[in-house]
């Protein structure tokens, strides 16, 4: 099998090459492959690693990932765009949140060991059921437990641009079993069009979340966000791979 079979087999995992000679924050989508191999870098996005889950063997993809893949990949940036676990109390997938799961999950980052200036890992609905304010999240991922909070915001600097990625938290903080509502709240969408509103002469922004671009509440204004300071999205929850053109570059990847 090749590396990149393995790669959408096992970890439903894509490599972004971004051609940055001609591209900027208006218009991703001219991004194109640089002949200047010195102007090139890498950022892995995977989705759905569903630590925990009685169905799947995902703790060996997901460590095929982080110890096989990665080092051969070397890139700047790995983003997991949520279901970091997989919800199943008792076994039974979306009832609620187990500290076996979290901690599984965390022992594999830490095996890996990876900083948090290099793992981005957001919340997917299946890391909220049962679990009102996303409690489990922000004790045991990457990104709750180093810096509390369910989005995060990071620059890539380098001496041919700079790339603005924004994770965002499409999940509601409501934690119901069994039920998925995904939404941007108001604070989130501020907080959003703060932080792009902040980084808009970066070359290129990317902003990850969990849930497809037509899901979440409120998800039109987020798209006006995105459009405004011309970004692209990406995301997972979908559990197929597809590039989506409406005006407004998206991605989703699960």
């Known amino acids: 099998m090749s590396v990149f079979s393995k790669i959408i087999i096992s970890t439903a995992c894509l490599i972004f090459i971004f051609g940055l000679q001609t591209s900027h924050a208006a218009d991703p989508a001219s991004a194109e492959y640089s002949n200047d191999n ?3 870098f890498w950022i892995v996005h995977i989705s759905d690693t569903h630590i925990g889950s009685e169905w799947y063997d995902e ?10 893949a990665l080092p051969v990949i070397r890139p700047e940036l790995v983003v ?6 997989d919800g199943s109390k008792n076994g039974i997938p979306a009832t609620g949140q187990t500290e076996g799961e979290w901690s599984r999950y965390k022992e594999i980052l830490d095996i890996a060991g990876l900083p948090a200036d290099y793992y981005i890992d957001l919340p997917g609905n299946h890391d909220g059921y049962g679990d009102p304010g996303l409690t489990y999240y922000l ?3 990457m990104n709750g437990s180093n810096f509390n909070k369910t989005t995060r915001a990071l620059n890539l600097e380098f ?7 924004f994770g965002s938290a499409t999940p ?16 989130e969408l501020i907080e959003m069009e703060a932080e ?29 966000i995105w459009s405004q300071f011309g970004a692209v999205y990406f ?6 791979y597809m590039i989506v053109s409406e005006n407004l570059p998206v991605t989703m990847l699960d």
């Open 139 to 141: 004790e045991w991922s």
């Open 196 to 224: 792009l509103s902040a980084n808009q002469d970066a070359n290129l922004i990317f902003v990850f979340g969990h849930h497809r671009a037509d899901q979440p509440e409120n998800v039109s204004q987020a798209r006006e």
């Open 59 to 68: 703790d060996s993809r997901f460590f095929w990932l982080l110890q096989e």
């Open 80 to 85: 997991n765009t949520g279901d970091l676990c």
């Open 159 to 165: 001496p041919f641009g700079d790339y603005f990625i």
């Open 38 to 40: 010195s102007k090139i």
């Open 235 to 240: 995301h997972g929850h979908s559990h197929v």
């Open 172 to 187: 509601d903080e409501e934690g119901r079993p069994l039920i998925e509502s995904p939404e941007y709240s108001q604070a």
